[in-house]
């Protein structure tokens, strides 16, 4: 995905304020959906950064975004670039019914028809159904930002029932999409699913990874519990010196609500070692 800076972003921002209406009246042109969804995320990358001043942008952006492709005729997604952006669109925080409510008036072969059903069964939360219509799709063959997003999903769904094969998907989505919102949300799903394996080694690295990279993430509060609750529930083979060394590149304030709630958690469960540590 494109990476910039905070001023590009905001720029970016500023041309999506010439929505159709406006730009009809101002003689101006109108943007496509593929270049309205390519700033926004330029913003979601942003944000992964930790410039957390981008997430009004990022809301502003996805209100316009949904206005645009609801007003968008069938001939603009004949255009590849149109239709998978209203894919990447869904997946990126935008409206599922949107998603929906588009796709339903278009004519889609198998695989688009697949791909969109599939990631509106996902979003209303049937994972069941999702997983029958995605199944055929792999995501090393779609393009990057879509094959990013897939395996995503998939992995997430994957790993109800098979937790190593969803590793594998969420490490395809991280491969496909560095330093993204989709890597940072592969990576702590990665956490929270090495720790339900026991796997300590998966664990302590996905750990690291994302301390040393998305500590500054708005979603970083969510890493937050899923590390605490695997190093609880890894407490038996947990390596503590490497728990030292992830929590010693975060700052003093983090340090201190990781710690006092690995002490917390496991004083009201009884681990006493491990309280101690944590105090």
Same mark, same amino acid.
């Given at each position: 995905? &494109?990476?910039?800076?905070?001023?590009?972003?905001?720029?970016?921002?500023?041309?999506?304020?010439?929505?159709?209406?406006?730009?009809?009246?101002? !003689?101006?042109?109108?943007?496509?959906?593929?270049?309205?969804?390519?700033?926004?995320?330029?913003?979601?990358?942003?944000?992964?950064? !930790?410039?957390?001043?981008?997430?009004?942008?990022?809301?502003?952006?996805? #209100?316009?975004?949904?206005?645009?492709?609801?007003?968008?005729?069938? #001939?603009?997604?004949?255009?590849?670039?149109?239709? #998978?952006?209203?894919?990447?669109? !869904?997946?990126?925080?935008?409206?599922?019914?949107?998603?929906?409510?588009?796709?339903?008036?278009?004519?889609?072969?198998?695989?688009?028809?697949?791909?969109?059903? @599939?990631?509106?069964?996902?979003?209303?939360?049937?994972?069941?159904?999702?997983?029958?219509?995605?199944?055929?799709?792999?995501?090393?063959? #779609?393009?990057?930002? &879509?094959?990013?997003?897939?395996?995503?999903?998939?992995?997430?769904?994957?790993?109800?029932?098979?937790?190593?094969? !969803?590793?594998?998907?969420?490490?395809?989505?991280?491969?496909?999409?560095?330093?993204?919102?989709?890597?940072?949300?592969?990576?702590?799903?990665? &956490?929270? /699913?090495?720790?339900?394996?026991?796997?300590?080694?998966?664990?302590?690295?996905?750990?690291?990874?994302?301390?040393?990279?998305?500590?500054?993430?708005?979603?970083?509060?969510?890493?937050?519990? @899923?590390?605490?609750?695997?190093?609880?529930?890894?407490?038996?083979?947990?390596?503590?010196?490497?728990?030292?060394? &992830?929590?010693?590149?975060?700052?003093?304030?983090?340090?201190?609500? /990781?710690?006092?709630?690995?002490?917390?958690?496991?004083?009201?469960?009884?681990?006493?070692?491990?309280?101690?540590?944590?105090?």
């Amino acid at each position: 995905m &494109i990476r910039t800076t905070a001023i590009g972003a905001l720029l970016a921002f500023r041309a999506l304020a010439w929505t159709p209406a406006v730009a009809a009246s101002d !003689g101006l042109p109108v943007l496509e959906p593929y270049q309205m969804v390519r700033s926004l995320q330029i913003v979601q990358d942003r944000i992964a950064d !930790g410039d957390h001043a981008a997430l009004p942008m990022q809301k502003k952006m996805i #209100e316009m975004i949904d206005r645009r492709l609801l007003s968008a005729t069938r #001939e603009e997604f004949a255009d590849r670039r149109n239709f #998978e952006a209203l894919v990447i669109y !869904g997946m990126s925080g935008g409206n599922p019914k949107t998603l929906e409510t588009v796709t339903a008036s278009l004519d889609l072969n198998e695989h688009d028809a697949a791909l969109a059903n @599939g990631l509106v069964a996902y979003f209303k939360s049937n994972p069941g159904k999702a997983s029958s219509l995605l199944s055929r799709l792999d995501p090393a063959k #779609e393009t990057p930002q &879509i094959g990013a997003f897939l395996a995503l999903v998939k992995g997430t769904i994957t790993a109800l029932q098979r937790p190593e094969k !969803g590793l594998q998907l969420l490490d395809l989505a991280r491969l496909y999409a560095p330093g993204t919102l989709v890597e940072e949300a592969a990576l702590r799903r990665s &956490i929270s /699913i090495a720790a339900s394996l026991k796997d300590r080694e998966r664990f302590l690295q996905a750990s690291e990874q994302y301390a040393r990279r998305f500590l500054h993430s708005p979603y970083a509060s969510h890493f937050a519990d @899923g590390f605490i609750n695997g190093v609880v529930a890894l407490r038996e083979v947990m390596d503590l010196k490497q728990v030292d060394e &992830i929590v010693s590149g975060m700052n003093a304030e983090q340090q201190l609500a /990781i710690y006092l709630r690995i002490a917390r958690q496991s004083a009201i469960a009884g681990y006493t070692d491990l309280a101690e540590f944590g105090s």
